[in-house]
């Protein structure tokens, strides 16, 4: 397994915003996170990626623990936040040598022609980040996720206010990268469940409610429609 979370669980206040919640995910496997706004989904995330401290449980990312290994998390884990924070006045070229840096990366330059490549962003490589299309933009920060080449990839919602012709590219995108990585992705939207992913995890108020393959959770509710299960399980 490349993600293992032990009962995690995140407090603020007297509320769970992510209660106790345990699973796993594995390579060469898209995971899907499901749950409605507010359920925990961005606070499991940002756990498992360092980026906040579990009120209590912890995860290990290939084994690294995120507590007490932090740094050897990170060097593993590639992410994309929901509201990638990209420095809009920094060329995407600029910008992606300087993500590359911060990596430690050796090859520099040939690392950036790669991920501007492996990413379609060759006919706007030569722009600001601040001129750049919605689809654009998430590309580079699917760019700088996938630079370092880590083993595990997080995305929140990447693919939310894309237009119809950049969401089919980028969810294309994604499912080349989830070929041999361990992927977990997090959207509102069961079209792309259906494309993308091979496993499901749904959440609501913090609470796991759903840990299985897509194909399991739908003989198990005996329906094709995600969406009806969805519903079933987060609206109580
Ligand atoms: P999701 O990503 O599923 O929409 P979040 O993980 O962003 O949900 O939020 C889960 C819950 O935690 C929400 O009720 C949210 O208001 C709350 N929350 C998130 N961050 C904070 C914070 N810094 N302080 C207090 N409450 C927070």
Redesign the pocket.
Known sequence: MSIEVFNLA?H??N?K??DEISFSAKPGRILGFL????????????MLTCYLTPSSGYAEICGKHILKQPLEVKKRIGYLP?HTPLYTEMYVKEFLSFVAQTYGIKEIKQRVEEVIKLVGLTVEQHKKIGMLSKGYRQRVGLAQAIIHDPEVLIL??PTSGLDPNQLTEVRNLIKNLGKNKTLII?THIMQEVEALCDDIII?NK?KLVANSSVQALKEQYHTDHLESIFKQLTTS
């Open positions: 995140k603020y206040n509320q915003a992510v749950g409605p706004n507010g359920a925990g989904k961005s606070t499991t995330m940002k929901e929140d919602e997090s959440i913090g």
